[in-house]
Structure formats: C-alpha cells, structure tokens
C-alpha cells in the first residue's frame, strides 16, 4: 500500500516540503496533546461536536480545567467554537487532529492491552 492510498486527502494537499515551521508548529500540538486530560478532551471531539457539559462528564475532569483547557485549546487552533442558543458547541479543527488523536489513543491501547502489532 502506498502512502498516497492510505492518506489520500493529506498527499494531494501536502505536496510541499516540510521545513523548520511545520516541524515547530507540529511540536506544539504534540506539546499541547501532552496533558492527559487534554488528550481526553480531543480524543472525545474527536468522535463529534460537544459542549462543555458533555466534555466535562467524558473526561472525569472539574468544569473548570475542563473550560481552561478547552481555551487553551481553541487559542492555538486545534478547536473551533459555535454558539448554539446559549451553549457553546467545540469541534476539532481538523480531520489531521481527529486521525492523530484516533492513531495516538488506539497505539496506546496496544501498549496497554498487549494486543499484538499492526501496520
Ligand atoms: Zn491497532
């Protein structure tokens, strides 16, 4: 299988190298992805669109940090917010993030779970 088959919409975007800040911006997310509730967070959106509520009940987390991680996470682009009546709705930026964040999560499951490799 070829890279172009198993990312299609990527390699028909992304034809251009990718230099010092690609690589630094792409480190920032990885930096951001870090903190474990974050990672819920993202991993949650990226399953769908939510609200604070939503999130707050997925993650285990206190509504607070939820909402602080929540601006983090928008102020450096990763999520979007709409308003909807009096309820904000968060959505991931991007299906990058969603198969980034999927991939991570389902690696990890392999590591803890000890289900054997796979390309
Ligand atoms: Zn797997």
Not at 13 to 34: E, Y
Not at 83 to 109: F, P, Q, W
Request: proline share 5%; glycine share 6%.
């Amino acid at each position: 299988m070829s890279v172009s088959d198993e990312f299609p919409t990527a390699t028909k975007t992304h034809t251009h190298p990718s230099g010092a800040a690609q690589f630094a911006t792409a480190a920032n997310v990885f930096s951001l992805l870090s903190d474990p509730t974050r990672l819920h967070l993202v991993w949650s959106l990226a399953r769908g669109e939510a609200d604070v509520n939503t999130l707050t009940e997925a993650s285990g987390a206190a509504r607070p940090a939820v909402s602080q991680h929540l601006a983090k996470l928008r102020l450096a682009g990763l999520v979007d917010v709409r308003k909807e009546g009096r309820r904000s709705v968060y959505s991931l930026h991007d299906g990058h993030l969603r198969r980034l964040v999927t991939e991570a999560v389902n690696h990890a499951d392999h590591m803890v779970s000890g289900a054997p490799p796979h390309d």
